[in-house]
């Protein structure tokens, strides 16, 4: 509790400009870097800090860019498939293919139209 | 797998009958589904936080599906993995056991997330000169207390704001990995902080 007073007090509207220190929750964090791999075994204590910030901004990013294909589709609710066709076009988030491939494909959505296009080009 | 993945809210998977699970550690009525549920819940960030964050941009009159808000908590967890693991191998290289915040900021730089850096390095370096500084409540005891108070404050914080131990074998090994930066902050900051900024020069 006594951390909650200050450490909020001072951080809130400060570091993240937002209501509360931290928007995502460290010890949640640190338990998915572990179960990223078993030579993961210590953490310092600032990594989930630096987590925080970085899935809020990867979370902007790749929620911008879907809804950039949500606009394009002139709907307003983004949907998995705009996520996904997000994913497909950006480079950086090639790590992602498989898993919104996955997510897609349990019978719903089409493969993205950019890599048929690209293919059969 | 996915058919299972439940994010973050109580599921309606069928075996998750309280007395037919085999074994159930907490009684609490969120852990009663079953403990695959659980892990999976574990794998993901929470999803309103999740969702709080992504509403910030898109315009208010957007609207976001389930399944998209889904697709995206799995993303960052598999963000998180990536380049969690691209951190943990550059310490194995470097035979370091503990990955701390540059390696991260260098996973993510490698990885091809320069963008993200440079509000990375501002944020932890915000976070380091916080960490020497909020720790006492009354700032005019702060100069006083705070090389008293920095050490206990460290294992006081990450004690709190952390319930699960990162390390069951050495804690203080991990707390004291850390480094405080106790010295002042200078009063032009890089961030407008109202309230800190007047704080900090009362202090100057």
């Known amino acids: 509790m006594r951390q909650a007073g200050t450490y909020s ?26 179960k990223s791999g078993e030579d993961v075994k210590m953490i310092s204590g ?3 800090i630096v987590f925080s910030k970085a899935c809020e901004l990867f979370i902007k990013e790749l929620t911008q860019r879907s809804w950039m294909v949500t606009m394009q589709g002139k709907r307003r609710t983004l949907n998995k ?20 491939s996955e997510s897609g494909n349990s019978g719903e959505a089409p493969p993205p139209l950019e890599l048929d296009t690209f293919a059969s080009s | 797998m996915e058919d299972e993945i439940k994010h973050g809210n109580v599921t309606h998977v069928p075996n998750k009958g309280s007395p037919e699970s085999p074994h159930v550690a907490c009684s609490d009525s969120n852990h009663n589904n079953n403990n695959s549920n659980n892990k999976e819940q574990d794998r993901f960030l929470p999803i309103a936080n999740v969702s709080r964050i992504l509403k910030k941009v898109i315009p208010s009159n957007g609207k ?43 996973a993510i730089t490698t990885l091809g997330f320069e963008e993200y850096v ?12 916080m960490e020497g500084e909020k720790l006492i409540f009354p700032k005019q005891q702060r100069s006083d207390q705070r090389r008293q108070h920095s050490e206990y404050e460290q294992n006081i ?19 004291s990995s850390i480094n405080v930066y106790p010295s002042f902050v200078p ?3 890089p961030f407008s902080l109202p309230f800190s900024s007047n704080s900090f020069q009362k202090q100057l």
């Open chain 1, 9 to 34: 007090g001072i951080l809130s509207g400060g570091i993240s400009g937002k209501t509360g220190p931290h928007l995502l929750p460290l010890a949640r964090i640190k338990k998915i870097m572990k």
């Open chain 1, 46 to 48: 600032e990594s989930p």
């Open chain 1, 81 to 100: 498939e705009d996520v996904a066709s997000a994913v497909m076009a950006t480079d950086l988030f090639d790590f992602l293919v498989n898993l919104v």
């Open chain 2, 64 to 106: 976001i599906s389930k399944d998209a808000k889904e697709t995206i908590q799995e993303c960052v967890s598999e963000f998180i993995s990536f380049v969690t693991g691209e951190a943990s191998d550059k310490c194995q290289r470097e035979k370091r056991k503990t990955i701390n915040g540059d390696d991260i900021i260098w």
């Open chain 2, 118 to 129: 440079g509000p990375l390095k501002l944020y932890l370096s915000k976070y380091r000169e």
């Open chain 2, 157 to 175: 914080v990450f004690n709190n704001n952390n319930n699960i131990n990162i390390n069951t074998n050495s804690n203080n090994d991990v707390y």
């Open chain 2, 187 to 189: 009063s032009d900051q």
